[in-house]
């Protein structure tokens, strides 16, 4: 936000909140808080993200399921107390909110610039917590739990004279090269920001990417003029919005990337900036509203990116589960075969494999020691000893030798004469025989094993099938940003809409009886009650003063009357009555006492037919404001 959207955001939150009081306070993340007030019962939603924006919301938003720290002190400083002030801090992008009076006044500040912070003082400005506790570098100022916070000590706007441009012009030359811009130094000596800055020199006819050195900044120069006159235009809009506090509502503007009505949203203002021209731009009766409407769809896009991650997390599970069992099955069946292999390949060479098992274990009973051993294999190998050829190597601490073997030359076909031999591991404490055994035998253990994982890996892919649904379910069905309803007054009552489209309410307990009648019961409507324990107090709001409410509606409100009482219960046959408003009274006679809820008739009770207890639940859609014509009549008086 700017220091124009700060001053514009202000004015417009100043008509919405003075006066309302703050029902809760809620945070959404480690750095958004939504503050809950009401005001002559409107209800108002700030929103108060550190560092990024404030404003006033008509969207619902998911809120965390337990409070943080933080946000109970706000509650224990701020529920209940009313908005006494909303202010911005002299020209900074800092809002002070103050809940209370006098010595028990608690001021809330947001600030918008670096970082970013929240910050709770007393009435005297005493922090008491803030979001982030810093040093700043300029000032040396700690901002930290039980220091001060100046809330004085305020920028004021400077306004742009000669003087004030020429001296700002003249040290940013001083200190300029070859790729200073013009703008860049505006920005940064002058108090505009960057979108007012761009403006002023698009209204002077200077390009946005204008080199310092190539500006004519000599005292009344063509550029000077035209840039001197910008920017008094842009402080005579400023002035405005600070005039526009006193209740002008400032409207909003919402510029779209393109020129298309359907192209993305890009950025905000209050007014029409000159870089924007050329633009789509939405136009909103607030600039309030404005920034709500571009920050939700904002929100909204990330929350739809997120569920997309998740969706494919969830998938992913699902595959990582599957791709794993089939490497292991994968691993087993090669394993198995293996073992085939080289049980088939010892009994191909039953004779050669029990000669090297026979010498290597009488020299090892003659006493040669391992490395003698080694060396008389490699010297007999050379020498063309046959059995010396197919040991590969000596394994003797596991009383194993590895053997080289193949199925001979003239068993192979001719594309496998060129593969190599298979190293096979053969026991010297058994014979060719068991040594092949040993290798069937783990063959027919790795297909068990293999069966089994098998198995077992379609339960897993199921089990992991239905969990990543059940998350898809949960993404799908997860609540994101929503606007919200506006809330009627009746809806804290029972109420229907009968088939003739009158309001009926009835009241829930005796207070709500009593609110009814006191409160929203009008000439004109009907008041229906029966005579037995337990009936509550109904009215039919009649929109149509001029004409009686037609029986069917009668009907059905006495029905309701009588169904919601101990008729109900004791499956008891009877009858409601109705009267006039005027007839209702809270009056008792002499010596007789009114309990709450309860009414005194005066005149006549025109008693409805008796009904059968038959009630129904039904759902009431709102439909879209294009779609009411296609409705009209539906519940005409019949």
Not at 142 to 167: F, G, H, M, P
Not at 184 to 202: N, R, S, T
Not at 254 to 265: C, L, N, T, V
Not at 622 to 631: G, K, L, M, P
Request: aromatic letters at 6%.
């Amino acid at each position: 936000m700017t220091i124009l959207d700060v001053r514009a955001t202000v004015a417009n939150l100043r008509t919405q909140l003075l006066g309302a009081r703050c029902a809760n306070v809620y945070d959404l993340d480690a750095k958004t808080y939504l503050i809950k007030t009401a005001k002559s019962g409107e209800k108002v939603l700030l929103l108060l993200e550190s560092g990024i924006r404030f404003h006033s919301t008509n969207y619902s938003r998911d809120k965390a399921a337990t409070p943080s720290g933080f946000c109970l002190k706000l509650r224990k400083h701020i529920r209940t107390k009313r908005v006494e002030e909303v202010r911005q801090l002299g020209v900074d992008r800092v809002v002070a909110f103050t809940f209370g009076a006098g010595e028990d006044a608690n001021h809330l500040i947001l600030e918008l610039f670096a970082g970013g912070n929240i910050i709770l003082t007393d009435h005297e400005g005493t922090i008491l917590t803030l979001l982030r506790t810093h040093t700043d570098e300029a000032s040396g100022q700690r901002c930290a739990v039980r220091e001060k916070y100046s809330l004085d000590n305020l920028s004021e706007n400077r306004k742009i004279t000669q003087e004030l441009l020429s001296s700002t012009l003249d040290a940013g030359l001083r200190a300029a090269h070859d790729k200073t811009l013009l703008k860049d130094i505006l920005v940064k000596e002058l108090d505009y920001g960057p979108a007012l800055v761009e403006h002023a020199l698009i209204g002077a006819g200077i390009e946005s990417k204008c080199k310092l050195l190539g500006f004519d900044a000599a005292p009344g120069s063509d550029q000077m003029g035209a840039l001197l006159g910008a920017l008094r235009e842009v402080d005579g809009v400023i002035d405005g919005l600070m005039h526009s506090e006193g209740g002008a509502i400032i409207p909003g503007i919402i510029i779209r990337k393109g020129a298309a009505e359907d192209s993305p949203y890009d950025d905000f203002a209050p007014i029409e900036l000159r870089q924007f021209m050329g633009r789509a731009t939405e136009r909103f009766e607030s600039f309030d509203k404005a920034m709500d409407a571009y920050f939700t769809v904002a929100e909204d896009q990330r929350l739809e990116q997120q569920k997309i991650q998740q969706q494919k997390a969830a998938v992913s599970k699902v595959e990582r589960v599957k791709k794993g069992h089939e490497a292991s099955i994968r691993a087993l069946k090669e394993e198995e075969e293996s073992n085939m292999n080289k049980a088939m390949l010892i009994e191909a060479n039953l004779q050669d494999v029990d000669n090297a098992i026979l010498v290597v274990n009488s020299l090892l009973g003659q006493g040669i020691d391992w490395i003698s051993l080694k060396k008389m294999v490699k010297t007999e190998a050379k020498k063309g000893n046959p059995v010396a050829q197919l040991i590969h190597q000596l394994k003797l601490e596991t009383n194993q030798i590895t053997l080289m073997l193949t199925f001979g030359l003239d068993c192979l076909e001719e594309d496998s004469q060129t593969l190599p031999v298979t190293l096979v591991d053969v026991d010297l404490g058994s014979n060719a025989y068991t040594n092949a055994e040993h290798y069937y035998t783990s063959k027919k253990k790795m297909a068990h094993k293999a069966g089994k994982t098998e198995a077992s890996a379609d339960k897993a892919i199921k089990g992991a099938a239905r969990k990543a649904k059940e998350e898809l379910k949960r993404v799908d069905t997860k609540s994101s940003i929503q606007a919200i309803r506006k809330v009627h007054w009746f809806e804290k009552f029972v109420w229907f809409i009968s088939s003739e489209n009158y309001l009926v309410v009835s009241g829930r307990d005796a207070q709500q009886n009593e609110l009814l009648v006191k409160r929203y019961m009008d000439k004109g409507d009907i008041y229906l009650h029966a005579d037995i324990h337990g009936a509550a107090t109904h009215i039919i709001k009649n929109h149509n003063k001029e004409e009686a409410v037609p029986p069917l509606t009668l009907a059905q409100a006495g029905l309701s009357c009588v169904c919601r009482s101990q008729a109900w219960e004791a499956r008891m046959v009877t009858s409601a009555y109705w009267v006039h408003p005027e007839q209702v009274s809270k009056s008792a006679p002499t010596g007789e006492y009114l309990t709450t809820g309860s009414f005194m008739i005066r005149g006549k009770k025109n008693f409805l037919p008796p009904n059968p207890l038959v009630m129904g639940f039904g759902l009431l859609f709102r439909i879209d404001e294009t779609c009411v014509a296609n409705h009209v009549g539906e519940r005409r008086v019949r």
